[in-house]
T-cell receptor, first 111, second 117 residues
Framework: EDKVVQSPLSLVVHEGDTVTLNCSYE??????LLWYKQEKKAPTFLFML????IEKKSGRLSSILDKKELFSILNITATQTGDSAVYLC???????????FGDGTTLTVKP | NAGVTQTPKFQVLKTGQSMTLQCAQD?????MSWYRQDPGMGLRLIHY???????DQGEVPNGYNVSRSTTEDFPLRLLSAAPSQTSVYFC????????????????FGPGTRLTVL
């Protein structure tokens, strides 16, 4: 059975701190790993990674994938209160068009 | 484009009632999925479809049926509602890249909050 585990489950930081969110997975026929942000509504897409060692960057957010060790990290630097959300990791497997999600990390950024 | 739309936004059912959650997308996406999200948890896949006429079960399919007669629509039917089906339901769609088999980003609808009494 496919499995995606995120850690920590929740995190409270202050504005300006740097955070690292973790995602490990066990998936048959790995195709891609995706990060989403969810702010009390539908998830919105952040990154997709398919190749090991590839770092994606978008402003203060960056993500790395390690296909050998089967994990990914999402870094957020200089956090802001607007970064408060649930961050979801999902792994796509096979050609079946389905994804397996982790339980998410709830990030709270205090002013 | 409207993206992915879901109706209704809220619904209260009594145990044993049936209903259909509607989902439509106007992006010509082949892949569509239904998820449920319980408090403090991630998204669990109920059913998914890789194209019109093709559906398959996800992690938690019991108590739900789907059909995909057109590319645009992917309704989810609750056959006989139970309190354990109280949840937020999200429909999502994505395009495919058949040559790579890669699962691309999913676009989510706004969700339906369902309460079963």
């Amino acid at each position: 059975e496919d499995k995606v585990v995120q850690s920590p489950l929740s995190l409270v930081v202050h504005e300006g701190d740097t955070v690292t969110l973790n995602c490990s997975y066990e998936v048959t026929n790995f195709r891609s790993l995706l990060w989403y942000k969810q702010e009390k509504k539908a998830p919105t897409f952040l990154f997709m990674l398919t190749s090991s060692g590839i770092e994606k960057k978008s402003g203060r957010l960056s993500s790395i994938l390690d296909k050998k060790e089967l994990f990914s990290i999402l870094n957020i630097t200089a956090t802001q209160t607007g970064d408060s959300a649930v961050y979801l990791c999902a792994v796509g497997n096979t050609n079946a068009g389905k994804s397996t999600f982790g339980d998410g990390t709830t990030l709270t950024v205090k002013p | 484009n409207a993206g992915v739309t879901q109706t209704p936004k809220f619904q209260v059912l009594k145990t044993g009632q049936s209903m259909t959650l509607q989902c439509a997308q106007d992006m010509n996406h082949e892949y569509m999925s239904w998820y449920r999200q319980d408090p403090g948890m991630g998204l669990r896949l109920i059913h998914y479809s890789v194209g019109a006429g093709i559906t398959d079960q996800g992690e938690v399919p019991n108590g739900y049926n789907v059909s995909r007669s057109t590319t645009e629509d992917f309704p989810l039917r609750l056959l006989s509602a139970a309190p354990s089906q109280t949840s937020v339901y999200f429909c999502a769609s994505s395009y495919s890249r058949r040559t790579s088999g890669r699962i691309n980003e999913q676009f989510f609808g706004p969700g339906t909050r369902l309460t079963v009494l």
